[in-house]
């Protein structure tokens, strides 16, 4: 596993907290993206070398909707970058890790991710992230 690839917030409304981070990083975000298959609305923002994403539901059966409900915004998660996806989500399961989706799935900003059930990992949403090439 490489470095932090980004870090995830839930939020309520997307366009109210782009323009909150917006004041907070003193730039705006760098792109929005529709994730359909998870049921999110992503921003992202480049901060120094690090990058943040937030998530908005746009259903009430997304996985950001049901962590809002539970817990409310916050961070959601942390995403590692990892160069063979593949190859981490094997690693992960034979050390015991709860893989939530073994077949990675397309996720936002062009990358492969699968993710690790917080149960197995001290209550902590882990996302693993690969760069698609072309
Ligand atoms: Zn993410």
Redesign the pocket.
Known sequence: MNKIE?I?IAVKNLKESNDLFSKLFGKPHYKTEEVLSEGVNTSFFQVGENKI?LLEATNANSPIAKFIEKKGEGIH?I?FDVLDIEEEIQRLKCEGFIVLNETPKK??DNKL?AFLHPKSTNGVLI?L?QEIKE
């Open positions: 980004h995830g994403e998660h995403a996720g936002a991710v996302e992230c």
